[in-house]
């Protein structure tokens, strides 16, 4: 079982930016088997794929509607992902998830990971 615990969504206006953590942690799992991803669902929308990255930090995927903008990373020391989201526009208003595969490989498909945060709420004013 792995815990998953995001934090650090807020308001923000148009051109700003939020960093989000998410942390994970389980009493028997290592952070280093962990593949971590983001995604956001809007209100009225499915929830999408935004970035992902595998345990060492060197495999990294972004949607392309965030490519420039967002950057994701990682430390394992401290069992944490980052998302850093820069030039934010109304359209990125969304709760943000994490989500974690164990030993899985990276995807952009959300069925594809096992445990999920309970989401943080990112709203962009414009």
């Known amino acids: 079982q792995v815990q998953v615990v995001e934090s650090g969504g807020g308001l923000v206006q148009a051109g700003g930016s939020l960093r989000l953590s998410c942390v994970a942690s389980?009493?028997?799992?290592?952070?280093?088997?962990?593949?971590m991803g983001w995604f956001r669902q809007a209100p009225g929308k499915e929830r999408e794929f935004v970035a992902n990255?595998?345990?060492?930090?060197?495999?990294?995927d972004y949607a392309d509607s965030v490519k420039g903008r967002f950057t994701i990373s990682r430390t394992n020391a401290k069992n944490t992902v980052y998302l850093q989201m820069n030039s934010l526009q109304p359209e990125d208003t969304a709760v943000y998830y994490c989500?974690?595969?164990?030993?899985?490989?990276?995807?952009?498909?959300?069925?594809?990971?096992?445990?999920w945060g309970q989401g943080t709420q990112v709203t962009v004013s414009s």
């Open positions: 989500a974690v595969v164990q030993y899985g490989k990276l995807s952009r498909n959300g069925n594809s990971y096992d445990y």
């Open positions: 389980g009493r028997t799992v290592a952070f280093t088997t962990l593949a």
């Open positions: 990255i595998d345990w060492s930090g060197v495999s990294i």
